[in-house]
């Protein structure tokens, strides 16, 4: 009997080694199919291995046996298609009847030769049996590879060949296994294609102009295999079908490219060679990029004359579209026989993260290129022109405007334009190079140039829309137009926060810089360095907001400055300028019941002396009418705004001297109050008492104010 210890292994105890000589016996000599070891495990025996092995080899021999027949039924097919009949093996006994019938023996075919009278008998002594038969070698394969490969046959025998077609056509006409491969020689479609195994049915159908998978004849909708262009990380159009010089529509082809590329990759750059087509209402998916051979290289006029469609816009403007890109091509809008029917070159809706690079936009029948609601974009080398009179009356060159819309998600923001062009937008007055209206933000334009147009660059609003805020212009210039820089904000939409640096506008026929107040508020402008040349006036500030200047210079302008302000608005302030000649400033003057007059500056002068600048202002009153001997003066709407705290931006009015028309003056001095309001019946003469009336106040009068501003 065992003991059955249950110690655990290793164990030397003298009991387990007598359980282990037991089991042992039974494993190596015993004939039961197993045997328990001394822990109770059962394990297979020699005996139960050897059974197990056998029976085995039994199922293995009757398997092979099955299959081997069936390779044999299977080459016995294959020999007499190909046009040999296979009769058996070499052996004593057959009977040959055909010259095409073949007998094998020892891996070699052998047939009855042309000499050989038929029937004939096999005797068994051995081929070619005294020359009964000759050995037809390899002439079975050289039939086969003189075949056709749609058949299966020829280079399709060969693995690793390439088929060479001349069509789609001929490649979906081919049955080519699985690591075959195709070269297509079609011109723009002319590619390799590797025939690889697996499901392809989805791409296949949503690739509709088989331009990267291409199915077989036998697998036509590609569930086990497919044809599928080799080594490609952009999507070329001519692949697809596209004829550059074709005269249809190209925008069909184009958005069926991107709904397959979008659909299937996600998303890819969609190539389009140096051609002349035409194209209306191409529309951008998703992550997807249109890029041409160039500006110079790639055309796309207007397909449609009378439909409203623009020539390329993002396809959901509703949800909005990310990660739009066009490059390098014209779009020419001009439709021939004068229709206005509004479209744009481009026309983005609700995208963002866009990028619009090396691209001529021309004569469009509403804008060059508009963002409405887009976010996180840049326009870099683009040109947008007008060249042929059959354009409709178009809008702006390149215009950012979220009219219409009411909500801040809406906003146009953090776009970037550099080293963009506008020119020969003229054919009516609201016409610009550059357009912000009604809600952007964060709007910057780079080395941008507007010439030939009727508004250089515009920043504007109309009433009840949404403010603009923090636009900038830095290295811009104007040439030839009727304003080189315009801001307007109307009621109850401001614009605030515009900085110019480095401008420059030469030959406008009105204004360098026009800031006119039409019922909005407008205020933070700054302009820093910038000049303007051969125009009547350099800036215009129309009864607008806080404004300053720091080393600017206008030259060679009738009026460098002309300012007029209003009391009822935040009053601008003059930053440190380099010049400031010919300086208009047209303020406020009333008496306490409101009788204005008025004030001409003549005379004014400028200079730097270590950490302070001086303005001298040397005012002249023309007209005083509606007021009486008695009457006390308040000028608002001063040039300057003050400030209650001491620091070193607070500019301090040290002198104001008042010569009256008899010879008398009065001297005052005071730092500048929040309020702007300077009243002279509150002055007094240097060491003496409070005037409170001024009854020699009349035309000719002067008023002389010295400021200084502490840098």
Aim: glycine letters at 10%; one cysteine or more.
């Amino acid at each position: 009997m065992p003991f059955n210890t249950g110690n655990a292994v290793p164990s030397n105890a003298g009991e387990d080694l007598d359980d282990n000589s037991r089991f042992f016996d039974k494993f190596a000599t015993g004939s039961d199919a197993a045997a328990t070891d001394r822990l109770g495990a059962s394990r297979k025996t020699v005996s139960g291995m050897e059974s197990e092995f056998a029976s085995s080899q039994s199922d293995r021999a009757a398997a092979f046996g099955t299959e081997q027949s069936q390779r044999e039924s299977d080459f016995n097919a294959f020999i007499a298609s190909r046009g040999y009949e296979f009769i058996g093996d070499y052996a004593a006994g057959i009977e040959v009847t055909e010259y095409n019938q073949v007998i094998r023996e020892a891996g070699e075919f052998w047939r009855a030769s042309v000499d050989t009278a038929l029937p004939y008998t096999t005797t068994g002594a051995g081929m070619p049996e005294n020359g009964a038969f000759v050995n037809i070698g390899d002439a079975i394969l050289r039939q086969e590879l003189a075949g056709d490969p749609a058949d299966g046959l020829g280079a399709a025998l060969v693995k690793g060949t390439v088929i060479r077609v001349e069509s789609v056509a001929a490649m979906e006409a081919y049955s080519a296994p699985v690591g075959y491969v195709f070269s297509l020689n079609s011109g723009g479609r002319s590619g390799t294609f590797d025939v690889i195994a697996g499901d392809f049915s989805t791409e296949l159908s949503a690739d509709t102009e088989s331009g990267i998978f291409i199915a077989q004849a036998d697998d036509p909708t590609a569930v086990n295999k497919v044809a599928k262009r080799r080594d490609f990380e952009t999507f070329d159009v001519e692949w697809f079908g596209f004829i550059p010089g074709a005269t249809d529509d190209s925008s069909v082809l184009i958005n069926k490219i991107a709904d397959f590329v979008s659909a299937i990759f996600g998303g890819g750059t969609i190539m389009v060679p140096a051609c002349s087509n035409k194209a209306t209402g191409v529309k951008l998916k998703n992550n997807i990029k249109l890029k041409g051979a160039g500006s110079a290289l790639t055309l796309f006029t207007a397909f449609s004359t009378t439909s409203s469609e623009h020539i390329i816009s993002n396809d959901d403007q509703t949800n909005g579209n990310e990660n739009l890109a066009i490059e390098g091509m014209t779009l020419d809008d001009d439709r021939t026989d004068g229709n206005t029917v509004g479209s744009n070159c481009v026309y983005f809706n609700k995208v963002t993260k866009f990028l619009m690079e090396d691209l001529i936009i021309m004569n469009p029948q509403s804008y060059g290129s508009e963002f409405a609601r887009c976010r996180d974009g840049l326009v870099n080398n683009c040109h947008a022109k007008i060249t042929n009179v059959y354009s409709a009356a178009p809008d702006d060159g390149f215009s950012v405007s979220d009219t219409g819309y009411t909500l801040d998600a809406d906003r146009s923001s953090n776009i970037v334009f550099s080293y963009c062009t506008a020119e020969g937008f003229i054919m009516n007055l609201r016409q610009s190079g550059f357009e912000i209206d009604d809600g952007p933000q964060n709007i910057k334009f780079v080395a941008c140039h507007s010439e030939n147009n009727n508004i250089g660059f515009t920043a504007h609003s109309h009433a009840n829309e949404m403010s603009v805020n923090n636009i900038r212009y830095i290295g811009c210039t104007a040439k030839d137009v009727n304003s080189g820089f315009l801001s307007h904000p109307r009621s109850s939409a401001p614009i605030s926060f515009l900085s110019y640096v480095g401008c420059h506008v030469n030959g406008a026929a009105d204004d360098c810089w026009t800031f006119d107040d039409q019922g909005g508020d407008l205020q933070n402008v700054s302009l820093v360095g910038c000049t303007g040349e051969d125009s009547p006036t350099g800036v215009l500030h129309e009864y607008a907001g806080s404004i300053s200047f720091s080393g600017c210079n206008m030259t060679e302008t009738t009026t460098s400055w002309n300012i007029k302000a209003n009391s009822s608005k935040k009053i601008f302030s003059v930053c440190a300028p380099s010049e400031i000649a010919r300086f208009q400033w047209i303020p406020v003057v009333a008496d306490a019941g409101g009788t204005q007059a008025s004030i001409t500056v003549n005379d004014a002068g400028y200079h730097l002396d270590g950490v302070y600048c001086y303005l001298h202002l040397n005012m002249v009153i023309d007209s005083v009418s509606g007021l009486t001997a008695g009457d006390s003066l308040e000028i608002s709407g001063l040039p300057f705004r003050g400030n209650h705290s001491v620091d070193r931006l607070a500019f301090n009015l040290f002198g104001l001297y008042i010569a009256t028309a008899n010879g008398n003056q009065f001297g005052y001095y005071q730092r500048l109050i929040s309020t702007d309001v300077i009243s002279l019946g509150s002055m007094s003469a240097a060491g003496s008492a409070t005037y409170a009336t001024f009854a020699d106040v009349s035309a000719g009068a002067r008023v002389i104010f010295a400021f200084r501003y502490r840098v």
